[in-house]
């Protein structure tokens, strides 16, 4: 996401820091590594490749494996881990892979409230061990115009949502990331914060997330997530744009009325409600036609590619929205 006050050279077309940074690593490690020997480069090719303080507390997790589709490329871990969006800890692509790791993130409790026969408040490590859990290789797409391939692990929000057993009024759904400035620097500071208005909100119209592509997640290739990608639990939903996946989520409330969430109300503008990934709809700053997309390699292979509609999911979700003008519901 993008703030307006923004300079030039943070606009999504000069956004070369993540790639140049591991370039440059590289080259670090390189002209160390002759000095140094064997060792002395082990080191740091771990500090280079995203070795975080809380990685060693990852779990592995159990799951049922996605069945690979081949025309899918994964964006390498590293990557997904260390260019990220989580303004909680700084509006920087590398600041949440570096100021979340004391994030206290078990225990952790998930409360389901408002429209439901049976709201309750859910241990999030017992729920991830008593769920069949599920791989999801799914493509992301920013709105700030990066892609990457990220094999979730998760469950279906839907299913999860049924156990609440949702009323008739239950039109939409909406998401509470944590609030606790102390842990979280952007939430005791404007500028860190990126001016949002914390606690970050999300929404989804009730169909939206009883679809079955829309997932909790609760890992990434295999093991529980890493604070900077929304740990222990955050949303997923691969055909709209990044920002509606929030993330170390707290609260589920299941509402009557279209709820608020975060950028829109930072810059209605420009984020709306809907979010669905559309080439065809621009950016009032840029265009949505093409995206970056974040593979393995370094700077010189981050491929250009068409953006594709709904991101490439048209097929499973454009019939939630026939008779939208998609235009006007951005
Ligand atoms: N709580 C919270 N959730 C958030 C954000 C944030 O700043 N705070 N950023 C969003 C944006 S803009 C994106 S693109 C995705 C990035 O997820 P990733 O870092 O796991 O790729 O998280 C989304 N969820
Ligand atoms: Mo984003």
Known sequence: MLIKSRKQSDLPENQITPESAYVSRRS??????AGLGLAGLGGLVTAGTGAFAAEAKRKPLDFTRDKPDPDLVLTPEAKVTNHNNFYEFGTGKTDP??????LKVEPWTLTVEGEVAKPGTVDVWKLMA???LEERIYRMRCVEAWSMVIPWVGFELGKFLARFEPTSRAKYVAFETLYDPQQMPGQRNRIVGGGID???VEGLRIDEAMHPLSILSVGLYGKTLPPQNGAPIRLVVP??????GIKSIVKIKLVEKMPPTSWNKLLPQEYGFYANVNPAVDHPRWSQ???R???PGGLFSVKRQ???PFNGYGEEVASLYTNMDLRKFY
């Open 28 to 33: 670090v490690i390189r002209g160390l590594g």
């Open 97 to 102: 892979a570096q100021n979340s790791q004391d």
């Open 130 to 132: 008593d769920t069949n």
């Open 198 to 200: 914390y606690p970050y």
């Open 239 to 244: 055909w709209k744009y990044g920002f509606k």
């Open 289 to 291: 036609a093409s995206e």
């Open 293 to 295: 997309f974040i593979g």
């Open 306 to 308: 068409k953006t594709l």
